[in-house]
């Protein structure tokens, strides 16, 4: 049976400011067997993955009421039209979900995709969770 060791590590980590000079800052890493996060990339992807997971469900009650018509998507309209609310919703999630995973573990050699999940985050709650919320909770 396979182990699994678990640890979080204080370091610090090198960085270079806009006028060039080096400088380190403390940071928090969790290292699971061999591979490293940072706290902070471990925190966003679990908020993205959240909102993926809010907005699977917001999706469901969204068609269950509305119909799939009222899916701005036309793509997740599509797959939930020919496969049925759940497999389709379960498909694109699931899919998102691993996208997610993948840009956590790729993030801590590629400090520039931090953002982008900043930016996923604040696309899922502004275009997607949100709205679904406003449309539920009001009745359409």
């Known amino acids: 049976m396979a182990r699994l060791d678990f640890e979080i590590v204080h370091r610090e980590t090198d960085h270079v400011a806009?006028?060039?000079r080096p400088f380190r800052s403390p940071t928090v890493l969790i290292r699971v067997n061999r591979s490293v996060m940072s706290r902070n990339v471990f925190v966003l992807g679990a908020l993205l993955?959240?909102?993926?997971?809010?907005d699977g469900y917001l999706t469901f009650a969204g068609i269950s009421n509305f119909g799939v018509m009222r899916e701005a998507n036309p793509y997740i309209g599509r797959?939930?039209?020919?496969?049925?609310?759940?497999p389709g919703?379960?498909?694109v999630k699931t899919a998102g979900i691993a996208i997610t995973l993948l840009m956590m573990w790729l993030?801590?050699?590629r400090r520039w995709l931090r953002p982008f999940i900043v930016a996923a985050i604040a696309m899922y709650l502004a275009l997607a969770v949100i709205p679904w919320i406003v449309a539920?909770?009001?009745g359409g």
């Open 136 to 138: 539920l909770w009001g």
């Open 18 to 20: 806009v006028n060039g």
């Open 107 to 109: 993030s801590n050699a």
């Open 89 to 91: 919703i379960f498909l």
């Open 79 to 86: 797959l939930v039209a020919e496969h049925g609310v759940i």
């Open 49 to 54: 993955i959240a909102c993926h997971i809010a």
